[in-house]
T-cell receptor, first 116, second 108 residues
Framework: EAGVAQSPRYKIIEKRQSVAFWCNPI?????LYWYQQILGQGPKLLIQ????????DSQLPKDRFSAERLKGVDSTLKIQPAKLEDSAVYLC??????????????FGPGTRLTVL | KNEVEQSPQNLTAQEGEFITINCSYS?????LHWLQQHPGGGIVSLFM???GKKKHGRLIATINIQEKHSSLHITASHPRDSAVYIC??????????FGQGTRLTINP
């Protein structure tokens, strides 16, 4: 079974530029998560989708971050414009079940963003 | 204070040593996860616990619900165990809350 795919793996941009990340979850997984992991910290949830609907985006900085999952499969996360503090690894994860304490998440390799 | 605290933040040991990483949390939880993150960012789920103890190979995870504490043990540690180990908790069906991670380095 193929895992969660993310691209690009690395991205370097200057502040105030725009950037987009792509995630392809495991086939059949209804729930998709985007996390931000700043160096030395644990991941922080940015947004959670159930199929193509948003379940939780309470920690997404909506003035600059946006995400979509139009067909309930692939997802993109965009930052526009980027700030220095956005430098982090952006992780995508998917899981087959939403409301279950047995919900295991499968993580992609992440995209390492450096904002100069 | 963070909801999930891990200790130590960094741990260096020699190959073969017994390793313990601790996780304390401040909220009532329905499940606790231990995750492994290798250089390059990819995260792998090691265990999910709601009570007691689980074992997989050289890895053992325990949880004490009353004390709000979990430990991850590695027996006969090996350099390939070098990674960041992350504890994450779930309250009900809510989102996972992650600890800051413990960076483990096993020297040959």
């Amino acid at each position: 079974e193929a895992g969660v795919a993310q691209s690009p793996r690395y991205k370097i941009i200057e502040k105030r530029q725009s950037v987009a990340f792509w995630c392809n979850p495991i086939s059949g997984h209804a729930t998709l998560y985007w996390y931000q992991q700043i160096l030395g910290q644990g991941p922080k949830l940015l947004i959670q989708f159930q199929n193509n609907g948003v379940v939780d985006d309470s920690q997404l900085p909506k003035d600059r971050f946006s995400a979509e999952r139009l067909k309930g499969v692939d997802s993109t996360l965009k930052i526009q414009p980027a700030k220095l503090e956005d430098s982090a690894v952006y992780l995508c994860a998917s899981s087959p079940i939403l409301d279950s304490i047995y919900n295991e998440q499968f993580f992609g390799p992440g995209t390492r963003l450096t904002v100069l | 204070k963070n909801e999930v605290e891990q200790s130590p933040q960094n741990l260096t040991a020699q190959e073969g040593e017994f390793i313990t990483i601790n996780c304390s949390y401040s909220v009532g939880i329905s499940a606790l996860h231990w995750l492994q993150q290798h250089p390059g960012g990819g995260i792998v789920s090691l265990f999910m616990l709601s009570s007691g103890k689980k074992k997989h190979g050289r890895l053992i995870a325990t949880i004490n619900i009353q004390e709000k504490h979990s430990s991850l043990h590695i027996t006969a540690s090996h350099p390939r165990d070098s990674a960041v180990y992350i504890c994450a908790v779930r309250a009900g069906a809510q989102k996972l809350v992650f600890g800051q991670g413990t960076r483990l380095t096993i020297n040959p």
